[in-house]
């Protein structure tokens, strides 16, 4: 019996990296309402309306699942501090799972995510309210998105990935169109190895080398390098900590390649301003606050963004993921400038700071080839964009 008990508690990196590649957790579709136009339609017909949202849950066994992984104290066949980041993504992936079921309760949402990503501080909030008042000068913007006639459709867009994938050596990576992103969306699939499309996807050549800089040039070359470590996990979204600098680093590449706008900027702060007085708000009263900021239909999108996952938004409470996107920045673009010698060493995988020691000390694989903004000049030369 003991022996039975010990092969619960004890297990490969093999066996765990199996189980928790069976877990489903589609939490951003599952916090996508399935009458979002409908309900988005109702709003703007009212003064007063607030979205009645509804949601749908994706089949799976993550509870088997998670029932066998939660007995895992450790994984017998790595350096100690690897066995103690898979005990800790268990408990995460736990969470995650906890916080899909959760969808369309309120204080549930707001709670689970609140943990799992915590509240805006008092000082994120005042750098927040700095850039909506217009002062950015720390962040080398550019002031306005160029002019741009020519509008870039699927077919085309599909070609300049594949160049892109091509000279940054990304083998098995492809563009894919998909349903279940939002309009005009792009979205990474590590899993399938995908870049997901609307469509119906439209995009100018500035925004398009946005959206490559910071989906292949961050997301991509991260997951690749995490999946080739000898840690799967490393090559997928993990620990609650890595999405601070996975934003953050891919808003980085914006800036530093001249492609992050005022009003990208002025967007995210503002989801940390509704984050940070919405909690007790219901959805209308939030909207009316931020129209103060953003014009009318970004302030949906905002309020929708901290409010997704919510049922009955004449309540209040809040989902705080997007809380990742400016405090991210700030905390990637504070590091960096103190020690630019991060920058390669985060591209080992989708790893956090405190992970770039692993690095350092050989216990992961760093990152082989990390493109320059030189390097992207010539691929966005090739890619005729």
Not at 259 to 264: A, K, N, Q, R, Y
Not at 327 to 353: A, M, P, T
Request: glycine share 6%.
């Amino acid at each position: 019996m003991a022996l039975f008990s010990r092969s619960k508690k004890v297990m490969s990196l093999a066996e765990v990296t199996n189980l928790l590649e069976e877990l489903r957790l589609p939490t951003s579709l599952v916090f996508t309402p399935t009458n979002l136009d409908a309900e988005k339609k109702k709003f703007f017909n009212s003064d007063t309306y607030n979205p009645q949202f509804q949601y749908r849950i994706v089949k799976n066994i993550n509870r088997d699942i998670l029932k066998k992984l939660s007995l895992v104290e450790e994984i017998s066949d790595v350096d100690p501090r690897i066995s103690e980041f898979y005990i800790k993504l268990i408990e995460s992936k736990k969470e995650a799972n906890d916080l899909m079921y959760a969808v369309g309760d309120n204080e549930l949402v707001t709670e689970i995510s609140m943990n799992r990503y915590g509240k805006p501080s008092s000082k994120l909030f005042r750098n927040a309210c700095r850039v909506l008042r217009g002062k950015v000068d720390a962040y080398n913007l550019v002031e306005r998105k160029p002019v741009e006639r020519e509008i870039l459709k699927y077919d085309e867009i599909n070609k300049v990935f594949e160049v892109v994938f091509k000279e940054l050596g990304l083998d098995g990576w492809a563009v894919d169109k998909s349903m279940n992103i939002a309009k005009n969306g792009v979205k990474v699939g590590v899993k399938t190895k995908k870049v997901l499309v609307d469509p119906n996807i439209q995009r100018s050549k500035f925004k398009l080398r946005k959206t490559i800089v910071h989906e292949v040039g961050t997301h991509v070359l991260r997951a690749n390098n995490g999946l080739k470590s000898g840690f799967e996990a490393l090559g997928k979204p993990n620990l609650p900590s890595y999405l601070d600098v996975e934003e953050g680093l891919a808003t980085w590449n914006e800036n530093n390649l001249g492609l992050l706008t005022l009003d990208w900027l002025r967007k995210k702060a503002a989801l940390v301003y509704a984050l940070y007085i919405g909690e007790d708000m219901n959805f209308r009263q939030l909207y009316n606050c931020i129209l103060g900021i953003l014009p009318k239909y970004a302030s949906f999108d905002a309020v929708y963004r901290v409010k997704r996952g919510l049922s009955d938004t004449s309540y209040g409470g809040l989902y705080l993921k997007d809380i990742a996107y400016f405090r991210g920045f700030r905390r990637v673009l504070n590091r960096l400038e103190k020690d630019v010698s991060l920058y390669e060493l985060l591209y080992s995988g989708k790893i956090d700071f405190e992970q770039c020691e692993w690095v350092r000390e050989g216990l992961i694989p760093k990152a082989k080839d990390i493109p320059t903004k030189e390097r992207w000049l010539e691929i966005f030369k090739k890619a005729g964009i």
